[in-house]
């Protein structure tokens, strides 16, 4: 009886570590993307890209989390949406977060559950007021020597509608100045419009919301995605159509569903190189 009763606890101690790993654990995975459109003085350029936080905490203050921002030392840093959950609003997480913030620079674009909040001003007003540049539909070169690129932001459309949400990504993108001569870098929350996107002359999208699929299966992938349904096409890495590749994070936090399996909480770092 004693030995049997071990062995359970031995297991349920083992089920713990596995799903605290599973979602305390942050990946930081690194890509190289590489494009002969990219300006010389950009060669090696590190992007850190921060998704789908839904009001989670890495350790007290998110001392986990800024540690490993910290570690990666980027050049620039993109956050594409859902800082909050909709579900349990709450700043606090996202306050710890910009107050023990690197001083780097940062441009943020909303995800659906800020506008689904009904708070998106309060949470526009926290990030401007900590530093970080919010680039809902607004464009901005960012500046190395004598060269630029342009990253342009996309306001989350924040419809359960497929063809609102086409009908409104492509209006918003028609009413922006997106240089066709220059190298550019669009931030959207949803990877699923991916088409309308690399109809465009825009060379790198960072997205999120997917949350990797929720739970990665072997050989199959992720399992069930926002706006994707089951077995999603776009819920982590890179992926490429026409002249346009689009990186997707699988985040950090969760939402409806409260467990990731085989599917650590993720940054990505994306290094920028000449093809």
């Not at 606090?92 to 107050?99: D, F, G, R, V």
């Amino acid at each position: 009886m004693k030995k049997k009763l071990t062995k359970i606890i031995i297991s349920i101690l083992i089920l713990a570590a596995f799903i605290w790993t599973q979602n305390e654990w942050i990946q930081v995975t690194n890509l190289t993307y590489r494009s002969d459109q990219l300006p010389e003085t950009f060669k090696g350029f590190k992007i850190l890209q921060i998704s789908d936080l839904h009001n989670h905490r890495f350790g007290s203050n998110q001392a986990r989390l800024i540690q490993q921002i910290e570690e990666t030392a980027p050049d620039l840093i993109v956050v594409t949406g859902d800082l909050i959950d909709r579900r349990r609003y709450n700043l606090e997480p996202i306050q710890e977060l910009l107050i023990n913030f690197p001083d780097l620079p940062t441009y943020y674009v909303s995800g659906n559950h800020e506008i689904w909040s009904g708070n998106y001003l309060e949470v526009k007003a926290l990030i401007e007021t900590n530093g970080w540049h919010v680039l809902d539909n607004h464009t901005t070169n960012i500046s190395r020597q004598n060269d630029t690129i342009q990253l342009i932001g996309l306001m989350d459309p924040a419809s359960r509608n497929q063809g609102d949400v086409q009908a409104n990504i492509t209006e918003n993108l028609n009413a922006l100045p997106i240089e066709s001569d220059a190298f550019s870098i669009l931030l959207s929350h949803r990877p699923n419009p991916f088409e309308i996107y690399a109809s465009y002359p825009i060379d790198l999208v960072f997205s999120g919301h997917a949350h990797g699929g929720q739970f990665r299966l072997p050989f199959l992938g992720g399992f069930i995605a926002p706006d994707q349904g089951l077995f999603p096409k776009y819920t982590e890495g890179m992926h490429t159509l026409n002249e346009t590749t689009m990186v997707v994070s699988r985040g950090l936090g969760n939402s409806i569903i409260p467990l990731r399996i085989f599917n650590r909480p993720e940054l990505v770092v994306v290094t920028l190189q000449k093809k």
